[in-house]
């Protein structure tokens, strides 16, 4: 049975899946076979496995800096939030339903035994695994029950490392008080604590890390400093989403939409030395941009509403109108089309027309689309460029009119194009370098700004030198030789006091 390590935060946001990432790195680099694991993430930005299946983007993230294809297993519970109090639920790669979150808080503990079975079959086959927490400990409100902190913690007996966020302040405070908020069993699980996002010189919280061992009663394990390493984001909390801003020559301004999903999609964009990728909540931000993204959306009716309610639509229109190419990504493309119908009431039941920008008609139904595929864009100055994605969507998109945005490899056309507007249900369209390659050329074209011919990076090739990047900064910080010690406790059998 495989060793484990369990990172727990004092707060959504303290780095924990960074922390995960780069410890799945090391142990790769160690030579160990490692896979992650989070047994419960709720998140908007998901992935679809070669088989299939749905699962967060983290622990993809988390997945290729151990050097393995994702798995389902590595996060058998998903909540993909739809509302402010309900989430669509998926168990192990497939939707279970739509659930509010009290009726998910009671239902939540017949989803142990499949957890467990995830977690003991990824452990048959490896030789660490490193899992997540979700949010915080001590969220004592919700500790009956707890299947994805402590309580998985004690499922499966894992130590823990307990990981605050300086960054944002009062990381003194919010480490004590998270140990302090803990059951004494509970306490006796922590092997350590982790400083994260340190900007400074670390000699001068010395005092500071003696009393909070003092007090915690757990020794601090490191100091890992902000690191600049391009990791994809989890979530709505992501610094990305707040960038208003850019100094590139091309501006690429994306909708920020109240339930955005799968931004990860323009993570090779914004790495590109040519294009400053923005994000805009509010029409007078708008500006004059040089290419408009609808980015995905888990609601496409209401992030639709919302932007006609908040005037974002019209600027949107108007600047297509005017010659402003625009991009929509599933629910972006979705929301470009004529009309969009819910008979079902999947989103927002009935029918609205849509932004008028594409000759599409979507309808919804509670059939998921989940499906991986390979295609070539087929059209206008984005031609040519091969495309490695996948659909995942609750609607049916007809083009009725038009040309489509690429032709899959079974021949299917899909998505559409109509002057210098595009539409595609692909994520992950950016991610061989090609069609980067290609919009950037021709957005830099349309400023007049020559360029020399570039060879395509592949995004996968630019993770694993930011996977490195990561697993370097957090090795030189962290007390490694600490961890694999207590590992190895925990793996002989260290569980009396518990």
């Given at each position: 049975m495989a060793r484990c390590i369990m990172v727990q935060g004092t707060m959504s946001g303290a780095g924990k899946s960074l922390l995960v990432t780069a410890l799945c790195r090391i142990f790769r680099q160690d030579g160990w076979r490692v896979a992650p694991f989070k047994s419960q993430n709720m998140a908007l930005n998901s992935y679809i496995t070669k088989d299939g299946l749905e699962m967060g983007r983290?622990?993809?993230?988390?997945?290729?800096?151990?050097?393995?294809?994702?798995?389902?297993?590595?996060?058998?519970?998903?909540?993909?939030?739809?509302s402010d109090t309900g989430s669509q639920l998926i168990v192990n790669g497939e939707v279970r339903g739509q659930y509010s979150a009290s009726a998910y808080y009671k239902m939540k503990q017949t989803l142990v035994p499949e957890v467990l079975q995830a977690y003991e079959s990824l452990a048959a086959e490896n030789d660490i695994l490193v899992i997540e927490g979700a949010g915080s400990p001590a969220e004592i409100n919700l500790r009956e029950g707890d299947l994805v902190n402590m309580g998985l913690a004690e499922l499966v007996n894992a130590p823990v490392v307990l990981v605050g966020d300086i960054?944002?302040?009062g990381v003194f405070a919010q480490l004590y008080g998270t140990v302090a908020l803990l059951s004494e069993r509970e306490q006796a699980r922590i092997v350590g604590t982790v400083i994260n996002k340190f900007r400074g010189d670390?000699?001068?919280?010395?005092?500071?890390?003696?009393?909070?061992?003092?007090?915690?009663?757990?020794?601090?394990?490191?100091?890992?400093?902000y690191t600049r390493a391009d990791i994809d984001d989890e979530d709505s909390l992501a610094p990305r989403l707040g960038r208003a801003r850019t100094d590139r020559p091309v501006d690429v301004a994306v909708v920020r939409l109240p339930r955005i999903s799968n931004f990860t999609d323009f993570s090779p964009l914004e790495?590109?030395?040519?294009?400053?990728?923005r994000y805009v909540e509010r029409a007078e931000d708008l500006g004059a941009p040089d290419l408009v993204v609808l980015p995905g959306t888990k609601n496409t009716m209401g992030d639709l509403a919302w932007m006609r309610q908040n005037g974002l639509e019209a600027a949107v229109k108007k600047l297509a109108a005017a010659g402003t190419p625009v991009l929509g990504v599933?629910?972006?493309?979705?929301?470009?089309?004529?009309?969009?119908?819910?008979?079902?009431?999947v989103e927002e039941g009935g029918a609205m027309a849509g932004m008028g920008l594409l000759p599409?008609?979507?309808?919804f139904s509670g059939q998921k689309v989940r499906t991986r595929v390979t295609a070539v864009t087929k059209t206008g100055p984005l031609a040519g460029?091969?495309?490695?994605?996948?659909?995942?969507?609750?609607?049916?998109?007809?083009?009725?009119?038009?040309?489509?945005?690429?032709?899959?490899?079974?021949?299917?056309?899909?998505g559409a194009v109509r002057e210098n507007v595009f539409g595609t249900y692909l994520h992950g369209l950016f991610d061989t370098g090609e069609?980067?390659?290609?919009?950037?050329?021709?957005?830099?074209?349309?400023?007049?700004?020559?360029?020399?011919?570039?060879?395509?990076?592949?995004?996968?090739?630019?993770?694993?030198?930011?996977?490195?990047?990561?697993?370097?900064?957090?090795?030189?910080?962290?007390?490694?030789?600490?961890?694999?010690?207590?590992?190895?406790?925990?793996?002989?059998?260290?569980?009396?006091?518990?």
């Open positions: 983290a622990q993809v993230a988390q997945a290729e800096a151990a050097g393995r294809e994702p798995d389902v297993r590595m996060n058998p519970i998903l909540l993909k939030p739809s960054d944002r302040g670390v000699e001068l919280l010395r005092p500071g890390l003696s009393v909070l061992e003092e007090k915690t009663g757990v020794p601090v394990l490191g100091v890992v400093p790495s590109h030395p040519a294009l400053g990728v599933c629910g972006g493309f979705q929301m470009l089309g004529q009309s969009l119908e819910d008979p079902d009431g599409c008609e979507t309808r460029a091969s495309l490695e994605g996948y659909e995942i969507h609750m609607g049916r998109t007809q083009r009725m009119d038009g040309q489509p945005f690429c032709r899959l490899e079974n021949g299917t056309e899909e069609l980067t390659e290609k919009l950037a050329g021709w957005l830099l074209e349309r400023k007049g700004i020559q360029v020399d011919a570039i060879r395509p990076q592949s995004h996968a090739d630019y993770k694993e030198e930011q996977y490195d990047l990561l697993a370097d900064a957090v090795r030189k910080a962290l007390d490694i030789p600490a961890v694999y010690r207590a590992m190895d406790a925990y793996a002989a059998g260290k569980d009396e006091q518990h």
